[in-house]
């Protein structure tokens, strides 16, 4: 799996496009890097959500039930951190990881995105390793968010 180092030629931020168009851009890119990691086997699932829970991007396995599911885990997780911050000293809450006795592993991390918090949910397969590409999909976020900053006006 090689890591973006720019964003791809011939991508665009036009969101003017109709639905039925190939026009989610981000999207695509996103899922791109989830698919490629799904099929390597290094997660079972992906799935990118914004603060409210809706998805923005997704890449399943067969063996995951359904994506309302993941949204739920979502919104959950994303109260949570709420209340970890009135309850400690921890203020910024940078991820979640839940383990089962098998060692499969579903891993919340909150990534701020266009000035809000996205949710990104991965089941991770037991002794997979998670952290280094997670990081690079966290980085190919920030790259794009970065990217559409720079054209504010």
Do not use: C
Not at 12 to 26: A, I, L, M, V
Not at 82 to 88: A, E, G, L, N, P
Request: charged letters at 30%; hydrophobic letters at 40%.
């Amino acid at each position: 799996m090689k890591e973006l180092s720019v964003l791809p030629d011939g991508f665009s931020f036009d969101r003017t496009k109709k639905e039925d168009d190939d026009g989610k851009p981000f999207q695509d890119l996103v899922e791109s890097f989830m698919h490629e990691v799904v099929y390597m086997g290094n997660y079972e699932s992906a799935y990118l959500f914004d603060s409210d829970g809706l998805l923005m991007a997704k890449s399943i396995s067969s063996r995951i039930k359904t994506r309302v599911q993941a949204m739920e885990v979502s919104v959950l997780m994303n109260k949570f951190k709420k209340v970890i911050r009135t309850i400690s000293d921890l203020t910024g809450v940078r991820e979640v990881v839940i383990e089962d006795d098998k060692r499969r592993k579903v891993v919340i991390r909150f990534i701020e995105f266009l000035g809000a918090t996205t949710i990104l949910v991965v089941v991770v397969p037991p002794r997979k390793p998670y952290r280094g590409i997670t990081n690079r999909l966290e980085s190919l976020i920030f790259k794009y968010d970065k990217a559409m900053e720079s054209l504010k006006f």
